[in-house]
């Protein structure tokens, strides 16, 4: 029976930047969307910390009903992703799923189709340099280079970590020369003589918020990959691949939007990203008794 919603978290408002790219190509879908802003942001904190925090707000969304979660959470997926697909999942929630949003982004980064498989899907022979834009957390799980050694071994991936831009997002500091600094900080390096990436994957969620001053900082011809768009697309063909889980999905078109903070600037903040009036509502999330 279709009585499922979708579940989309983020440690903050991030995330509703995939959800925007979600609505647009996959309106039909009940939406309830989780945002951790609270206790964001998640960057620096240890794996550990991570790991319990999307734990807790993965099963705050299995609670309301949500048998698939997407963590539109770079930080989350890179800290916490694989150890609750493989130790938690089993054995406590054996029917629910959670989609995190490396693999998606770095086949894409590679050029590959939606679906690839490590080690049974022929590797990308995409060349040249790529360049990973993300939270330290993110940066310092090495995730994206241990995804895209196997799905485009002959890629170079330079990886920079850029722990002020979520704070900066956070703060709704989108422009100014403030924020110019740091957009500069992080990306002048990788323009430094040598071997300049040919495309960038803003691998953070709240990064699109600073899209036009990053777009500014590159030279032209630089390819900017959103993980939002990227994410819809391999969302929509997943689904497709998984009909035992689309089936459960209710397509009423409703939407709900929840925070652990303050709901009036969760609304007026992330109603920005997500382009359209929102309407958040506060939250409190428990801990999950798991060793
Ligand atoms: N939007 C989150 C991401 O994609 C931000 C993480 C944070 O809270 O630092 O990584």
Redesign the pocket.
């Known amino acids: 029976m279709r009585i499922g919603r979708i579940g989309v978290f983020?440690?903050?408002f991030?995330?509703l930047t995939v959800l925007r790219e979600l609505l647009a190509t996959l309106p039909d879908y009940d939406y309830v969307f989780l945002g951790?802003s609270a206790r964001?942001?998640?960057?620096?904190?240890s794996f550990e910390v991570i790991h319990d925090f999307a734990l807790e707000c993965i099963e705050a969304l299995f609670g309301m009903g949500c048998p698939l979660v997407v963590l539109?959470?770079?930080?989350?997926?890179?800290r916490a992703l694989r150890t609750i697909q493989q130790r938690y999942l089993p054995v406590r929630r054996p029917d629910l799923r959670v989609l995190g949003?490396v693999r998606p982004s770095a086949e894409a980064l590679a050029g590959l189709p939606p679906g690839a498989i490590p080690g049974v899907t022929p590797p990308a022979m995409a060349e040249g340099t790529v360049a990973v834009l993300?939270?330290?957390?993110?940066i310092a799980s090495d995730s994206y280079r241990i995804e895209l050694s196997h799905l485009a071994p002959r890629l170079r991936v330079v990886q920079q970590a850029c722990?002020l831009w979520?704070?900066l997002v956070?703060a709704g500091e989108l422009d100014g020369p403030g924020t110019d600094f740091f957009v500069h900080r992080y990306l002048d390096p990788l323009f430094a003589p040598g071997d300049p990436p040919a495309r960038i994957l803003l691998?953070?969620?709240?990064?699109p918020a600073l899209l036009p001053r990053i777009r500014a900082a590159v030279p032209g011809g630089v390819e900017l990959i959103s993980?939002a768009s990227v994410m819809a697309e391999r969302l929509a063909d997943w689904l497709v691949r998984h009909p035992e889980m689309e089936t459960r999905l209710s397509r009423r078109g409703t939407r709900e939007f929840l925070t652990t903070d303050d709901p009036d600037w969760f609304s007026e903040a992330g109603g920005r990203l997500l382009g359209q009036a929102l309407e958040a509502r506060r939250i409190r999330i428990l801990p999950v008794a798991y060793p």
């Open positions: 983020d440690s903050g991030g995330g951790d964001a942001p998640y960057g620096a904190r539109a959470c770079n930080t989350a997926t890179a949003v993300g939270t330290a957390g993110t722990p979520v704070p956070e691998a953070c969620t709240h990064y993980q």
